[in-house]
């Protein structure tokens, strides 16, 4: 059993990381799901919560808070960073190691030997900008593995890479970190 930090940001692909969450909790494993403000706004945290059987967190300030230092204390005892779906710009704040929201900030709360990984899911179009590639390149120089989307149809009808992959497959990839 591993005890999994899974942080979502606001991707349209939220609704396979709560598939993922699902299966995960059904694999025996502990999910303590960390939504961005963004993400909570397109699918509730409620969500993830239900599925997991743990709180899921949003804000580090006023209400919904666990405890007085929820970056700290979620971090603690992690044994899995797990990012996804991951957007640019989440992309982005983890990659230049900002802190501007509970997710950020309790990703850098947790000790660098506990391994990290990121799924990006984005059109494809955003997936070919330069600055988003430069940014995944320093996430992963910093040790985290990032898992390259699948190509296919996206939300939106443009077609290309950036597609969250399936749940069996990211359950797959993941086999040895868990
Ligand atoms: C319905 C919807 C779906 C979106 N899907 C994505 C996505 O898959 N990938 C992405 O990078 N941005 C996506 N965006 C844009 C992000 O939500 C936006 O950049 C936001 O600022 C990201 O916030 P966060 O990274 O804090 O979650 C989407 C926006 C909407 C409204």
């Known amino acids: 059993m591993t ?7 606001a991707s349209a692909a939220l609704h ?3 598939d993922l969450a ?3 909790k059904g694999a025996g494993h502990e999910v303590h799901a960390v939504l961005t403000p963004n993400a909570d706004r397109l699918v509730s945290a409620q ?6 059987g743990h709180p899921a967190l949003v804000h ?9 230092m929820d970056h700290i204390s979620l971090a603690q005892g992690s044994e899995l960073l797990l990012v996804a779906p991951a957007t640019a ?3 982005g704040r983890l990659a230049h190691g900002l802190a501007t929201d509970l997710l950020t900030t309790m990703a850098l709360a947790i000790p660098a030997s506990v391994p990290r990984v990121i799924v990006p899911a984005m059109n494809p179009h955003m997936w070919a900008q330069p600055a988003v590639g430069r940014n995944l ?21 443009d077609v290309g890479p950036g ?16």
Request: glycine share 12%; aromatic share 6%.
């Open 89 to 91: 710009d989440l992309v």
């Open 16 to 18: 396979k990381a709560a």
């Open 137 to 157: 390149a320093t996430l992963a120089g910093d040790g985290w593995r990032v898992l390259q989307p699948e190509t296919g149809e996206m939300a939106c009808g």
């Open 60 to 68: 580090e300030f006023g209400e919904g808070r666990m405890t007085a």
């Open 47 to 52: 969500l993830f919560e239900a599925l997991t």
């Open 163 to 178: 597609r969250f992959p399936e749940t069996a497959d990211l359950l797959q990839r993941l086999a040895d970190l868990l």
């Open 22 to 24: 699902s299966k995960l």
């Open 3 to 9: 005890r999994i930090l899974l942080g979502c940001g």
